[in-house]
């Protein structure tokens, strides 16, 4: 089991930009493909992207593609989610868990972190 804690949310107006952790300890986190979910109160969790174990594919929603960025130093075992250019839209929880790498279905993702929030004020 590998335990996941995200970290880095927080408020920020339209357009801005923060950058989101996920910390992993337990087995070895270069296993792992990692993804990343943000959920809307009432509403399922979303699948944002995800990195393969190297860390050279990543995938993207396509509410992410061009604006969001995955990055992971596995020697700090830790994977990295850029925001930039934010909107009131992108206002979640959001959550990064283990995985396979090349889907998009969350029930496949495992050992999920306890979320961090990000408000995106317009």
């Known amino acids: 089991q590998v335990q996941l804690v995200e970290s880095g949310g927080g408020l920020v107006q339209a357009g801005g930009s923060l950058r989101l952790s996920c910390t992993a300890s337990?087995?070895?986190?270069?296993?792992?493909?990692v993804g990343w979910f943000r959920q809307v109160p009432g509403k399922e969790r979303e699948f944002v992207g995800t990195?393969?174990?190297?860390?050279?594919?990543?995938d993207y929603s396509d509410s992410a593609k061009g604006r969001f960025t995955i990055s992971r130093d596995n020697a700090k075992t830790t994977v990295y989610l850029q925001m930039n250019s934010l909107k009131p839209e992108d206002t979640a929880v959001y959550y990064c868990?283990?995985?396979?790498?090349?889907?998009?279905?969350?029930?496949?993702?495992?050992?999920w972190g306890q979320g961090t929030q990000v408000t995106v004020s317009s």
């Open positions: 990195i393969d174990r190297t860390g050279d594919s990543t």
């Open positions: 337990g087995r070895t986190f270069s296993w792992y493909a």
């Open positions: 868990a283990v995985g396979p790498y090349g889907t998009t279905r969350t029930y496949l993702f495992d050992d």
